[in-house]
């Protein structure tokens, strides 16, 4: 797939996702709708939602030649036929994060906080797709989008608590979480 890649998540009536229920983690929720359609055309024509967010794919900012490498050969794409679940996470930080610089955003993420590795602690089940918000603008710095097995379904939630004890996430000021089933209409 191309890279950067513009993907819209669009909320309402129509979709193969399911939205199965949307939670406040920090800060202001987002409106109930029943489907989430993903939208990869360009340019991405407006349609009807409830709410509609959009990000861009890019490269890496963090992860080290020997992360890259080890997530390469342990993660699997999205698309599996067995994946049916889903979770949409967007989230965004502090002005206390952006003011960091970037050796210090890596020192907090990796060395004390150690999201790449927890993370890679749960591939291939989960496999996910980082899209980065904040430059174009939008209501959250990032769209994590992230699917897996029903039967992982209990190793997705270990790992997002480990994920929001750490120190990167005193500078997450919002976040939902929004889990979905595919359809197969
Ligand atoms: C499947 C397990 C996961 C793996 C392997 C993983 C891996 C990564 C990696 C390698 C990066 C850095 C990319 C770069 O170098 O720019 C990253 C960034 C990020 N991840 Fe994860 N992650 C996982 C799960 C999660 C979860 C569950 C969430 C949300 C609850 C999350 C939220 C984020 C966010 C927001 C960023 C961007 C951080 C920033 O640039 O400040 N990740 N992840």
Same mark, same amino acid.
């Given at each position: 797939?191309? @890279?950067?890649?513009?993907?819209?998540?669009?909320?309402?009536?129509?979709?193969? +996702? +399911?939205?199965?229920?949307?939670?406040?983690?920090?800060?202001?929720?987002?409106?109930? %709708?029943?489907?989430?359609?993903?939208? &990869?055309? &360009?340019?991405?024509?407006?349609?009807? @939602?409830?709410?509609?967010?959009?990000?861009?794919?890019?490269?890496? !900012?963090?992860?080290?030649? @020997?992360?890259?490498?080890?997530?390469? !050969?342990?993660?699997?794409?999205?698309?599996? &036929?067995?994946?049916?679940?889903?979770?949409?996470?967007?989230? !965004?930080? @502090?002005?206390? +994060?952006?003011?960091?610089?970037?050796?210090?955003?890596? %020192?907090?993420?990796?060395?004390?906080?150690?999201?790449?590795?927890?993370?890679?602690?749960?591939?291939?089940?989960?496999?996910?797709?980082?899209?980065?918000?904040?430059?174009?603008?939008?209501?959250?710095?990032?769209?994590?989008?992230?699917?897996?097995?029903?039967?992982?379904?209990?190793?997705?939630?270990?790992?997002?608590?480990?994920?929001?004890?750490?120190?990167?996430?005193?500078?997450?000021?919002?976040?939902?979480?929004?889990?979905?089933?595919? &359809?197969?209409?």
């Amino acid at each position: 797939v191309a @890279s950067p890649l513009m993907v819209s998540f669009c909320a309402g009536a129509i979709g193969p +996702w +399911w939205i199965d229920r949307i939670d406040p983690v920090f800060g202001e929720s987002l409106p109930l %709708a029943a489907k989430l359609s993903i939208r &990869t055309d &360009t340019p991405i024509a407006p349609v009807a @939602s409830v709410w509609n967010l959009s990000g861009v794919t890019s490269n890496t !900012r963090y992860a080290t030649r @020997s992360e890259v490498d080890a997530l390469v !050969r342990k993660q699997e794409g999205l698309g599996r &036929t067995q994946a049916i679940c889903a979770a949409l996470i967007p989230i !965004r930080k @502090s002005e206390a +994060w952006w003011a960091l610089a970037q050796d210090e955003r890596r %020192a907090i993420m990796e060395e004390r906080s150690r999201h790449i590795g927890i993370g890679m602690d749960y591939l291939p089940a989960i496999s996910r797709r980082l899209h980065h918000s904040r430059e174009i603008g939008e209501p959250f710095d990032f769209l994590t989008w992230f699917e897996y097995a029903p039967e992982h379904a209990g190793d997705f939630e270990e790992m997002v608590d480990r994920l929001r004890a750490t120190e990167e996430w005193k500078y997450v000021d919002r976040e939902v979480d929004i889990r979905l089933l595919r &359809t197969f209409d």
